[in-house]
């Protein structure tokens, strides 16, 4: 990346809006809107510019592996005759998917070499599922390489775990809190359990790895519930009740004897690129030239004509350039920590005191539509229970303010990939939005749908229980903003689910002031590239 | 002429006659037609003002018998609420009992079908009432004859035969006097000056050969297949037996019609608006040839409506005759109706019809006098015109509208008054578009909410015959302009003494037009009409509709619910889904010339579809020949996910699955392959689907049975719900065509699942459930069932 190569990249900053300062760039699903901020009273929060890469991606990982922090070199724990599993984050990390060759193809190959060296020859992969969909054939690919893809698959060595397969799964037992612990049979009595991470926000890695990753609706429904959630910090796992139960979950996976030799990595955050049509997306606004300007309207233009499916094609086709800023290895905890640290280099930004509204541009993707289609549970999902998480100390947003958020929300769903989506849309948001009531009425009944089941476990369909924790996962916000508004989303999609529609940004907040007044202060969260706040 | 004053009532000079009551007493009556308007009427004017007179009822049985009848169809009217208030229940059951005798007859018969205790009371009459008669204006010509000539012929005949001579009080119409203009007076046909010689007796035996002409000509081969071509177009391939009922529907239709334009026909030829008129005419020329001792009086009222005092103001039977124009005026189906402004609508109430019927049978004539006719009318003396029955109801329906399905109320159409010929040549213009409408979707693949089109189109349609029907048969009553004369009614009357003035009221001029209309008339008939005279609530009646059939097919008591598959549960056929197969493992060059080969032969398939579904599975399945049975199991899996369920809708996986919730039983009742849809598996008790011949390993392109498919799959439904104990009564049904007719039809609760045009009219007209079920929106589709590209490694050979 020769534009970089020349200069440290610039820190994540946060604008004062004036007047000068030119239309902000919001996503909005598979387009964009360029809306003017009310001037001496908006900030907009960037990102930091992507930092500079791992010069030599192998090597480090080489290196991280011989020396790996509070555990003995990898080679030295592979014998022959062991049982190994080498287990990988889904494909909901990173995103967008990146540019091959994967992270995860450059670690497992690093780690089957090592494995044959030592003449270790009963080696599975799994894809760490938990509860998402299968992966597909080109997916797995993907993720793995056509190398390793071809060598271990065809014999079944390769495979989508199943947690509803009730001889593949297996109880480690209970946390002091009652908390039971479920995890993939093989993983849990192989010798070694090699775990490979893409880090994307600090949410991810640590216990909730393997506590999560490799467990099912048993041990997931622990803390994916409306209460944990509740008093969690998601990015600052030392704040948040839901790592808590993770952590005591990894405490009861290690009591029963399971090693864990964890690999974390993190990434930059080059989403779009620095050359080529969508670099202008990670610039920032004053700072685009002629042709940043002239690449932008083309783009939006040429989406304009695009059929809504062809505009999604091209979306989902976009790999990111995304570059490997660190790897760590060895003990759960301290490669956790680590990782952490890292990844906070690239994406923590200070800034000073909430706002009583914040503004928020959702883009195409989440954890869960990858070569899909974001539904409007996603949507909510990627506003309240993503972006609006992404702080550490407290929101950006005061307790009552506003949320605005712009997606079309169209009402589409992918109809294998997110049945029991449908029918939460359509059976259980009109009775009710309160995350409580929802799962008091409704979890049992989804999670242990004879049909759901099916399907996640043969087709490619997120289990049936999916939908509710994405509306768990936003319940937090919904109780702390005062309303929730979605600029340009289909009517009908945002009132059903209990939000309130604006066909433009100027009417969104022409609503707002209903809530927080006629002057209020708003931050702008400019995202992605990934930015994550510290909120003093 | 004075007689056309506005009326002022109570100007009639009081008689001097005996108390009506008095001359009645002891009188015992017998009376035809007494389940009808003017007969239940009669019959309570007679028990409650003429205590004294006991009455025999010539009923026809029916499947109920007489004495039911008597008590369903008559007293349980709300004409008797008034006795019943007086006598209490107990004593109006009491007091019908003593004074009224049904007996069982049927005037169309010889003999009137009386046993020996009906001919006893019949010889025991003192007068008889001959009030029965088919007043509607279409029946057929044969019909109309039957009831309205032969039926009071055969009553003669049988007084005859009985020996006795009582006073007959014949009811005709005064429209017997035909479609001429000017006067027509209270005379005998035979004795007017435009008297049209008729042979009656032919004219019985005429209708009676044309109806035997009109039965041999819809048997004949031509027609016999036209009926046959024509139930195929409306139904499609339903099956033998949906085919033939509905061919041999056709036909019965084809035969009526014919009668019906043979009785107008020969109506008008003779100076008659309609059969009716024609009939009751050569009636009255056929009782006065035949009397012979029997002394005979003859009513004739104009167009009878609601009652203007007795038993109670705006008291009303049925629906009369122009009741259908005022509702539909009312709720703008009638955009216009010919006639003039000018023009006299000759109605009289009920009740003074009944006066007079009662009056004259208490004046028996002497047998040597001229046979006197009383003309109950109101046109001559107090005429009512068109214009303000237009203007009043607009201003009515203004005040009071009539609200549509959709809670909108119905603003009154403006009425230019064309000429009959006009108008309708305007609705035969517009029947005519409607008629192309349906024969372009017929045409047209459409499913669904388009395919609903289909079913308005019909519905509007049905409305519009319903309003030629109108127009073309009472246009020709309001466009009459004969003035029916009521001297002989009127010098009646004035013979009365005060009292039975008050009584047995019959002249004309007491109505009050304007408050007739108002207040007693057109609000008596939107009660009867059952109209919605007010917004139903936040959505329409046909949305209510719909919950309502919803709720009672998702009811814990229903014990099965069957499914079809294609385009019910999944958009897709077993031709996308072997193509879908066929492709999956070809490089590019293959693929290209299997899919121009598969659309070349579209349109033959398609035919071969349309005319007979097992045969073109037959055919089609043997495609299958020779295809390994492992590998096409395991892209079974891949076709599941990359074509059914992309296909699916998830309302109606939904659905299946909130039957299983209910505790019914589900099946999957499908002409498609057991291997495509084994994936359905987890979501239905039982499949029925059709399996192929293996061979080593491959198939053979065989059916190892004949595919649910018709009347098999209704059997099939049968079958199951036999061998599981189920409930046929409780059973539900989801199908989208009419070749699944006959499943349908088996249970009490069919589902139209997005209905093609015919099955989505059929749905309409027999009040089944419609659901347009979709596929999830934004889910890929593609236009063509074609596999993904595999690249050479991935495929299998």
């Known amino acids: 990346m020769p534009a970089n190569e020349d200069r440290t990249p610039r820190p994540g900053l946060v604008l004062e809006v004036d007047r000068s300062t030119p239309p902000i760039l919001f996503h909005h699903g598979e387009g964009f809107r360029l809306e003017s901020l009310p001037a001496g009273r908006s900030r907009v929060l960037y990102a930091a510019e992507p930092l500079n890469p791992l010069e030599d991606p192998d090597g480090a990982i080489r290196d991280s592996l011989l020396n790996p922090l509070n555990d003995d070199p990898l080679p030295s724990k592979l014998f022959a005759g062991m049982k190994l599993t080498i287990v990988f984050d889904d494909i909901s990390l990173p995103l967008p998917p990146m540019r091959r060759p994967d992270i995860r193809q450059r670690i497992i190959e690093q780690v089957l070499d090592m494995a044959a060296a030592a003449g270790v020859d009963d080696v599975h992969i799994i894809a760490a599922l938990a509860l998402h969909r299968r992966m597909t054939e080109d997916e797995l690919r993907h993720a793995v390489g056509d190398r390793v893809y071809d060598a271990f698959a065809p014999s079944g060595l390769l495979y989508n775990m199943d947690a509803e397969d009730p001889d593949e799964m297996v109880m480690l037992g209970e946390t002091s809190e009652g908390e039971e612990v479920q995890m993939v049979k093989r993983a849990a009595e192989s010798d070694l359990i090699v775990y490979v991470n893409i880090n994307m926000v600090s949410m991810n890695g640590g216990w909730k790895s393997t506590a999560t990753g490799l467990s099912g609706y048993t041990g997931i429904r622990h803390h994916h519930n409306v209460d944990t959630l509740a008093k969690s910090d998601l990015m600052d796992h030392t704040n948040s009740e839901f790592h808590n139960r993770n952590w005591r979950q990894g405490d009861v996976i290690r009591k029963a004897g399971v090693k864990i030799f964890q690999i974390e990595t993190t990434i930059n955050n080059n989403v779009f690129g620095e050359q080529g049509p969508m670099s202008v997306l990670q610039k920032r606004e004053w700072e685009w030239n002629a042709r940043d300007r002239a690449s932008f309207i083309a783009m939006q233009k040429g989406l304009q004509l695009m059929t809504p499916k062809a505009r999604r094609k091209v979306f989902h086709a976009h790999q990111a350039p995304y570059g490997m800023t660190s790897v760590q290895a060895g003990e759960v905890e301290a490669v956790h920590d680590s990782a952490v640290d890292n990844m906070l280099k690239q994406q923590l930004v200070q800034i000073e005191g909430q706002a009583d509204i914040l503004t928020m541009g959702l883009p195409y993707l989440s954890p869960y539509n990858v070569n899909s289609i974001l539904n409007p549970i996603l949507v909510m999902c990627l506003g309240l229970g993503y972006f609006f998480n992404m702080y550490r100390n407290k929101p950006l947003v005061r307790k009552g303010g506003v949320i605005i958020m712009s997606h079309p929300t169209p009402i589409e769903f992918h109809p294998v990939h997110h049945p029991s989506y449908i029918d939460f849309f359509e059976q259980v948001l009109p009775d009710t939005t309160d995350g409580h009531k929802i799962a008091h009425k409704y979890e049992k009944q989804f999670a242990e749908d004879e049909w759901y089941r099916h399907l996640y476990r043969t087709s490619y369909a997120y289990h049936g229980v999916h939908p509710l924790y994405m509306w768990y996962w936003g319940s937090n916000a919904i109780n702390h903003a005062g309303r929730i508004i979605i600029v340009g989303g289909d009517v009908k999609a945002v009132k059903r689910m209990g939000f309130t529609p604006a066909s433009t940004l100027n009417d969104a907040l022409e609503i707002a002031s209903d809530v927080v007044g006629p002057q209020p202060t708003i931050t702008h969260f400019h995202n992605p590239p990934t930015v994550m706040a510290e909120v003093i | ?797």
């Open chain 2, 1 to 797: 002429m004075t007689a056309t004053e506005p009326a002022t009532p109570g100007t009639v000079d009081a008689g001097t006659g005996a108390p009506i009551a008095e001359r009645l007493a002891g009188k015992r009556i017998a009376i035809t037609g007494t389940t009808g308007f003017l007969g239940t009427a009669l019959v309570e004017r007679l028990l409650r003002c003429v205590p004294d007179c006991s009455l025999v009822l010539l009923i026809r049985p029916g499947r109920r018998g007489v004495e039911q009848r008597l008590q369903r169809e008559i007293l349980r009217n709300d004409a008797f609420d008034r006795l019943r208030e007086q006598h209490g229940a107990d004593g109006f059951a009491e007091l019908a009992a003593a004074r009224v005798l049904p007996i069982a007859a049927d005037i169309t018969k010889e003999g009137l079908a009386l046993d020996d205790t009906g001919r006893e009371a019949l010889a025991d009459c003192d007068i008889v009432v001959h009030s029965a008669a088919s007043v509607s204006f279409d029946n057929p010509l044969d019909v109309a004859v039957n009831t309205n000539l032969v039926g009071p012929v055969n009553l003669i005949a049988t007084l005859h035969d009985l020996g006795v001579t009582p006073h007959l009080v014949a009811v005709s119409t005064a429209y017997v006097a035909g479609t001429r203009k000017g006067d027509a007076f209270e005379e005998l046909l035979q004795d007017g000056a435009y008297a049209v010689p008729i042979d009656w007796r032919h004219e019985i035996e005429t209708a009676r050969r044309a109806r035997i002409a009109a039965e041999d000509e819809s048997r004949t081969t031509e027609a016999l297949k036209r009926f046959h071509q024509e139930a195929k177009d409306e139904l499609g391939a339903a099956g033998t037996t949906a085919l033939a009922s509905k061919s041999e529907q056709l036909r019965e239709r084809a035969v009526r019609k014919k009668m019906v334009d043979n009785g107008i026909a020969r109506a008008k030829s003779l100076g008659f608006s309609d059969a009716y008129a024609m009939t009751k005419g050569m009636a009255e020329t056929a009782i006065v040839e035949l009397a012979d001792g029997i002394p005979v009086s003859i009513v004739r009222p104009s167009i009878i409506e609601s009652s203007w005092a007795e038993p109670f103001p705006g008291w009303i039977r049925g629906f009369r005759m122009a009741e259908p124009i005022i509702i539909g005026f009312g709720r703008g189906l009638l955009q216009d109706f010919p006639g003039s402004w000018e023009g006299v609508a000759d109605v009289i109430p009920v009740d003074l019809v009944v006066a007079t019927i009662i009056v004259a049978a208490a004046h028996e004539p002497e047998l040597d006098a001229p046979t006197p006719v009383y003309q109950s009318a109101s046109g001559a003396v107090n005429p009512f015109r068109v214009g303000q029955l237009y203007d009043w109801g607009t201003d009515f329906f203004r005040k009071n509208p009539i609200y549509d399905d959709y809670d909108q109320p119905i603003a009154p159409p403006r009425w230019t008054f064309p000429t009959i010929d006009k108008a309708t040549t305007q609705m035969y213009r517009a029947r005519g578009g409607l008629d192309k409408a349906t024969e372009v979707l017929r045409a047209l693949p459409v499913r669904g909410s388009r395919a609903s089109i289909a079913a308005d189109i019909d519905e509007r349609r049905d409305l519009l015959n319903q309003a030629i029907s109108y127009v073309e048969l009472y246009g020709k009553y309001v466009a009459c302009e004969a003035l029916y004369h009521c001297e002989n009614t009127l010098a009646l009357h004035g013979s009365l003494s005060a009292d039975d003035q008050a009584e047995f009221g019959m002249d004309p001029r007491v109505v009050d037009w304007h408050h007739y209309v108002n207040d007693i008339h057109l609000p008596s008939v939107l009660a009867q009409g059952r109209v919605k005279t007010a917004p139903s609530g936040k959505r329409g009646a046909a949305f209510d509709r719909q919950d309502r059939l919803r709720k009672q097919v998702l009811d814990e008591r229903r014990s099965v619910a069957a499914f079809d598959l294609e385009n019910t549960l999944i958009a897709s056929n077993v031709v996308g889904s072997w193509g879908w197969l066929a492709t999956r493992n070809l490089n590019r060059g293959q693929r290209a010339r299997l899919i121009l080969k598969a659309l070349t032969e579209a349109y033959s398939l398609q035919k071969l579809d349309r005319q007979d579904r097992v045969d073109f599975l037959r055919h089609f399945y043997r495609r299958y020949d020779k295809a390994p049975v492992d590998q096409l199991e395991r892209d079974a899996a891949d076709l599941f996910n990359e074509l059914l369920l992309k296909n699916a809708f998830p309302d109606a996986i939904r659905r299946v699955r909130e039957h299983r919730a209910l505790g019914h039983r589900t099946v999957l009742i499908t002409g498609a392959l057991d291997f495509i849809v084994r994936p359905l598996e987890p979501l239905f008790d039982d499949i029925v689907a059709p399996s192929l011949e293996q061979r080593n390993g491959r198939y053979t392109g065989r059916m190892l049975s004949a595919p649910p498919i018709g009347e098999a799959r209704a059997e099939a439904l049968r079958q199951y719900a036999a061998h599981h104990d189920l409930d046929l009564q409780e059973s539900v049904a989801y199908a989208d065509s009419t070749s699944d007719l006959p499943l349908l039809e088996a249970v009490s609760f069919p589902v139209a699942v997005n209905p093609d045009t015919k099955l989505a009219t059929i749905a309409r007209r027999r009040g089944w459930l419609v659901e347009n079920f979709e596929p999830a929106p934004g889910g890929e589709r593609k236009f063509l069932p074609v596999a993904p590209y595999l690249p050479r490694a991935r495929r299998t050979a």
